[in-house]
């Protein structure tokens, strides 16, 4: 079965410092998607960044970006320059590349930013 | 494009009532989940839709929970009766194909 385990339940940064979200995954498939969402107080899941399994470069959106490292099944979130936004709760998630399939998520990480 | 919606955005009741939650899909999405997010954990998957047809189910408690799917556009999960451990965040979201899957805000419940 694929699992998603986020080890660090919280994390707190500096504005404008950088911070680094930890994830690790299992699974035996070879083709499938990974992914971190952004979940602020009002619930809303928010999609930061994806990383497609076949691809070796490192998903990069704006201040966010990843480390992928397949062969130890580990999908690292880099966040640089910190902002007070930024702080939410944030999910890694898995899924097979197949249509329709479900997301299954990490327990999550709560990142807080301070001034 | 308007995103996912839901109703209602929050819900108490007491344990062994009954409770439903409706969800509202991005038009034309043919696939649609129902999560379930218990406090300080990611979300779980419950059941997922294609169209009008249940493509997994195996994560929903089906002697209290069920949920449809009529005309393969809204949906509606209810609980019947509820548990104090269903308190939680029930998301849905809604994809089309291999695309990126958008969620809704949620409904957090509360059982006394």
């Known amino acids: 079965a694929q699992t998603v385990t986020q080890s660090q339940p919280e994390m707190s940064v500096q504005e404008a410092e950088t911070v680094t979200l930890s994830c690790t995954y299992d699974?035996?498939?070879?083709?499938?998607?990974l992914f971190w969402y952004k979940q602020p107080p009002s619930r809303q899941m928010i999609l930061v960044i994806r990383?497609?399994?076949?691809?070796?470069q490192n998903a990069t959106e704006n201040r966010f970006s990843v480390n992928f490292q397949k062969a130890a099944k580990s999908f690292s979130l880099k966040i640089s320059d910190s902002q007070l936004g930024d702080a939410a709760m944030y999910f890694c998630?898995?899924?097979?590349?197949?249509?329709?399939?479900?997301?299954?998520f990490g327990k999550g990480t709560t990142l807080s930013v301070s001034s | 494009e308007a995103g996912v919606a839901q109703s209602p955005r929050y819900k108490i009741i007491e344990k062994r009532q009954s409770v439903a939650f409706w969800c509202n899909p991005i038009?034309?999405?043919?696939?649609l989940y129902w999560y379930q997010q218990i406090l300080g954990q990611g979300p779980k998957l419950l059941i997922q839709?294609?169209?009008?047809?249940?493509?997994?189910d195996s994560q929903l408690p089906k002697d209290r929970f069920s949920a449809e799917r009529l005309k393969g556009v809204d949906s509606t999960l209810k609980i019947q009766p509820a548990k104090l451990e269903d308190s939680a965040v029930y998301l849905c979201?809604?994809?089309?194909?291999?695309?990126?899957?958008?969620f809704g805000p949620g409904t957090r419940l509360t059982v006394l």
């Open positions: 979201a809604s994809s089309q194909g291999g695309r990126l899957k958008f």
């Open positions: 699974t035996s498939e070879s083709d499938y998607y």
């Open positions: 990383q497609e399994a076949y691809k070796q």
């Open positions: 998630a898995y899924r097979v590349n197949q249509a329709g399939t479900a997301l299954i």
């Open positions: 038009s034309g999405h043919a696939t």
């Open positions: 839709f294609q169209n009008n047809g249940v493509v997994d």
